[in-house]
Structure formats: structure tokens, C-alpha cells
């Protein structure tokens, strides 16, 4: 798989929603709210994997990429490596604004708080 590097406001979800937990449990602001304070790096959170469509690239990791984009839009991301793959599974694709946007499911943990 070839990698590239992108801005995260440049790749669109493939889920009309997601979990505010991975698999692990863990909440993705505490995700966040680690990298805003130095605990964790960018680069400790796996490529997301990504296909172009219609010349528009979607990513099969909306989670990590919910992320990126909340990092890219305080500042602190400019640019992420992806993979691409020439297919993402049919049964993640449920967005109905064709991506441009994600409900998250669950309450996710304040990463602007001072705590």
C-alpha cells in the first residue's frame, strides 16, 4: 500500500456515525486531550487507511480521522500519512452527506478542559 501525506479537512468519513470509544475502551477525548498535552504524539496514532472515490478520498478509519480533524482545526496537525487501498468495505459505507460530516454515538470526554 502506498502512503501520502494529507491535510485531514481533505478526507471524508464513510459512517453516518461513530462510537466515542475504541475497540480498547478508551475515549476519543482522552485521545485528544493527551496529544494537546504532550502525553501521546501524532505519530502514535496508526495511518488511517484511505481510497479515492470520484476523485474525493475517504477514509475506513473515521474515528482516527474524527480526531485528526479536531487536532488539525486547533492547530496542532497540518498533514497525515494515509494509506491508500483501492477498496474500502461496503458495509461502512452509511454517510448520507456523503461524508462530509459524523454524528459521534456516546459522550466524549472534554479534551479543553484544564483537568
Avoid at 500500500?1 to 462510537?19: G, L
Avoid at 479536531?70 to 494509506?83: F, P, R, T, Y
Avoid at 458495509?91 to 466524549?108: C, E, F
Amino acid at each position: 500500500m502506498q502512503s501520502v501525506c494529507i491535510r485531514p479537512s481533505d478526507i471524508r468519513y464513510t459512517q453516518e456515525s461513530i462510537s466515542c470509544r475504541f475497540q480498547n475502551g478508551q475515549n476519543i477525548g482522552t485521545v485528544i486531550k493527551e496529544i494537546m498535552n504532550g502525553e501521546c504524539k501524532l505519530s502514535d496514532i496508526p495511518e488511517i487507511k484511505v481510497m479515492v472515490k470520484d476523485g474525493v478520498y475517504y477514509s475506513a478509519d473515521n474515528r482516527r480521522l474524527y480526531i485528526f480533524k479536531i487536532l488539525e482545526a486547533k492547530g496542532l496537525c497540518s498533514n497525515i500519512s494515509v494509506k491508500l487501498v483501492k477498496k474500502i468495505y461496503q458495509g461502512r459505507w452509511t454517510t448520507k452527506t456523503d461524508g462530509l460530516d459524523v454524528r459521534v454515538r456516546g459522550q466524549v470526554i472534554d479534551f479543553d478542559s484544564e483537568e
